[in-house]
């Protein structure tokens, strides 16, 4: 079992609606939970991140964690063209540095 | 300030050559990685280090070599290319402590011909 799953999409929506990207985790001992996005041909940046169970707000990002599921959301709302990128979760553990990544999913926002 | 600098943007390289990728980073972190991306296959850890001087493999070392003499530079070296290290590579680097958020680079595209 990979220890982070994600669907590569791609997910098309229109402009103004809600996005949701979901992963899943095996490892039980993930406390911090990043999202990063990646402009095509860009470099991946921090998005926003959450510790622990729980729901974290940046604007129109709400970042959403479920320690008992194991699962990681991440919703978009109103989105903007201009979020079309890839989305990529990344679990891990307090002092641990082989950090892992999600295969992450493409965003495609259409104007 | 630069962030994380990575040389060079493109390479094509022909089967058995070798060469270096450089990364640089002015942000005195201690940490420094290199992934690479494949399409639909995420980033995959190559090599990390911790500080100067120490380094480790991570999922992928094979045909990739390391070295970390500075806090600033941390050069990848691929040996004997071959097509299957056709990918875009990518340096990371982070103080470590917490969240342990990374700063990437902008990439190397590299193709093996």
């Known amino acids: 079992q990979k220890e982070v799953e994600q669907d590569p999409g791609p997910l098309s929506v229109p402009e103004g609606a809600i996005v949701s990207l979901n992963c899943t985790y095996s490892?039980?001992?993930?406390?911090?939970f990043m999202w990063y996005r990646q402009y095509s041909r860009k470099g991946p940046e921090l998005l926003m991140y959450?510790?622990?169970?729980g729901n974290k707000e940046d604007g129109r990002f709400t970042a959403q964690v479920d320690k008992s599921s194991k699962y990681i959301s991440l919703f978009i709302r109103d989105s903007q063209p201009s979020d079309s990128a890839t989305y990529l979760c990344?679990?891990?553990?307090?002092?641990?540095?082989?950090?892992?990544f999600g295969t992450g999913t493409r965003l495609l926002v259409s104007p | 300030n630069a962030g994380v600098t990575q040389t060079p943007k493109f390479r094509i390289l022909k089967i058995g050559q070798s060469m270096t990728l450089q990364c640089t980073q002015d942000?005195?972190?201690?940490?420094m990685y290199w992934y690479r991306q494949d399409p639909g296959m995420g980033l995959k850890l190559i090599y990390y280090?911790?500080?100067?001087?120490?380094?480790d493999k991570g999922e992928v070392p094979n045909g990739y070599n390391v070295s970390r003499s500075t806090t600033e530079d941390f050069p990848l070296r691929l040996e004997l290319a071959a097509p299957s290290q056709t990918s875009v590579y990518f340096c990371?680097?982070?103080?470590?402590?917490?969240?342990?958020?990374?700063?990437f680079g902008a990439g190397s595209r590299l193709t093996v011909l």
């Open positions: 990371a680097s982070s103080e470590g402590s917490g969240a342990n958020v990374l700063t």
């Open positions: 490892n039980s001992a993930f406390q911090y």
């Open positions: 959450t510790y622990s169970s």
């Open positions: 990344a679990p891990q553990r307090t002092g641990f540095q082989k950090l892992v």
């Open positions: 942000m005195n972190h201690n940490y």
């Open positions: 280090s911790v500080g100067a001087g120490i380094t």
